[in-house]
């Protein structure tokens, strides 16, 4: 079944404790990207990727970092939570990524930092 | 860059009626426009997606529209039904130096009531 894998779904944390959300798709597709939502602030981007080793900032890149060694994975990496990072997450992967290719988003991960 | 706002937030209606929602853009330059829906404890959906060298598109009960012009275009929801109770979210890709980001709306939580 073609889909986007999240993990974890839920996590809890401390203010300055790394963590990483994995991501992975089994659609070969080249464009993968992480949102926040947040309420009434809709879906922001943080990072996205064009193919493998080409990254960009999205519109709330501050406070994270992102990888993309092989085609299927892209992790999101917290360095230092900190609590305004309490969010729900979404990786979401296309075939391109020229705004055009529908968007498959993840389940989404909720990350609580206290 | 790319700010779309997109009203109401919230929209409540009886089964059977009409929804209609509505975004606005900044980017003149934008060319795709789609539209997300998202169930309860589950990622965006893609609906339905409008190119900008088309006025309106239909599939079954949904529809969209596209002012250029105006800078505006609104999904159409005929007949709702409680199924059709979720989060829509609208989008707008820019083209030019801004390949690769797709800009959300805040989203609309629509209520159908049996």
């Known amino acids: 079944e073609a889909q986007v894998t999240q993990n974890p779904r839920y996590l809890i944390t401390v203010t300055g404790k790394k963590l990483t959300v994995t991501c992975s798709q089994n659609?070969?597709?080249?464009?993968m990207s992480w949102y926040r939502q947040d309420p009434g602030l809709g879906l922001r981007q943080i990072y996205y990727?064009?193919?493998?080793?080409?990254?960009d900032k999205g519109d709330v890149p501050e406070g994270y970092k992102v990888s993309r060694k092989e085609k299927r994975n892209f992790p999101l990496i917290l360095e230092s939570p900190s609590p305004n990072q309490t969010s729900l997450y979404f990786c979401?992967?296309?075939?391109?990524?020229?705004?055009?290719?529908?968007?498959?988003f993840g389940n989404g991960t909720r990350l609580t930092v206290t | 860059g790319e700010n779309v706002e997109q009203h109401p937030s919230t929209l409540s209606v009886q089964e059977g009626d009409s929804a209609v929602i509505k975004c606005t853009y900044s980017?003149?330059?934008?060319?795709?426009f789609p539209w997300y829906k998202q169930e309860l404890g589950k990622g965006p959906q893609l609906i339905i997606d409008?190119?900008?060298?088309?006025g309106e598109k239909k599939d079954q009960r949904i529809a969209v529209t596209l002012n250029k012009t105006a800078k505006h275009f609104s999904l159409h929801i005929t007949e709702t039904q409680p199924e059709d109770s979720a989060v829509y979210f609208c989008?707008?890709?820019?083209?030019?130096?801004?390949?690769?980001?797709?800009?959300f709306g805040q989203g609309t939580i629509l209520t159908v009531h049996p």
């Open positions: 659609m070969n597709h080249e464009y």
């Open positions: 979401a992967s296309s075939l391109s990524g020229f705004g055009n290719s529908p968007l498959h």
């Open positions: 980017d003149s330059a934008s060319n795709y």
């Open positions: 409008i190119r900008s060298n088309v």
């Open positions: 990727s064009m193919n493998v080793e080409v990254t």
């Open positions: 989008a707008a890709s820019a083209g030019g130096t801004s390949y690769g980001k797709l800009t």
